[in-house]
């Protein structure tokens, strides 16, 4: 059975909007762009896909726009040929290299990772949060940003259960971000 791992920038007041923390650099996006390498295909929530698809989908012209700085280019490239599942109940069709899911998305989800393969990757927060009190997350990633936001949605907020977890990574970055990789512990019976 392949993992599935949930990864987000997060501040130190749990703020996950993706405009709270620091900007974007050379080493965080070295570390995503692994992130993305880590797994056979990405999972995403409606929000989350079109948001990711303005940013990362490359044009049709097959040339990245003038503003993309070259230490983006493999993040771009990894996310762009990316397999993607996006779960929705409003979107009709998906193209960029997507499928839809549809129907109870804990069986879905259960059934993409019986697949054979590397890992599933799921971003975003509404998603996250229903796969998590699912029990379905293998590993959590969190970027800790050295930003307090004060504001904006915050990280697996109205969680139902408390999740427990043993630390298995941690990466320190010039910029004082702070890459954690934990799973959960199986608590005994």
């Not at 700085?69 to 996310?79: H, K, N, R, S, T």
């Not at 879905?108 to 997350?137: C, F, M, N, Y």
């Not at 999740?163 to 005994?188: H, I, K, N, W």
Request: charged letters at 25%; hydrophobic letters at 40%; glycine letters at 8%.
């Amino acid at each position: 059975m392949r993992p599935l791992r949930y990864s987000i920038n997060v501040t130190l007041d749990g703020c996950c909007h993706h405009e709270a923390g620091l900007p974007p650099d050379e080493e965080s996006m070295r570390y995503w762009t692994a992130e993305m390498k880590r797994a056979d295909a990405l999972l995403f929530g409606r929000v989350t896909y079109e948001m990711m698809e303005s940013a990362w989908r490359k044009p049709a012209t097959g040339t990245w726009p003038d503003w993309m700085e070259d230490w983006q280019l493999p993040f771009a490239e990894a996310i762009d040929r990316a397999k993607k599942y996006v779960v929705s109940s409003t979107l009709s069709v998906t193209d960029w290299n997507a499928e839809l899911v549809r129907g109870d998305v804990g069986q879905a989800v259960h059934r993409l990772k019986q697949e054979s393969g590397e890992a599933l990757w799921v971003g975003g927060v509404t998603l996250p949060l229903a796969l998590a009190d699912l029990g379905l997350i293998d590993e959590y990633g969190f970027l800790v940003q050295p930003v307090l936001a004060g504001h904006g949605p915050t990280l697996l907020s109205g969680l139902r259960e408390r999740v427990q977890l043993e630390l298995v990574d941690r990466e320190e970055f010039q910029s004082g971000a702070v890459a954690v990789r934990y799973r959960p512990t199986q608590l005994p019976a």
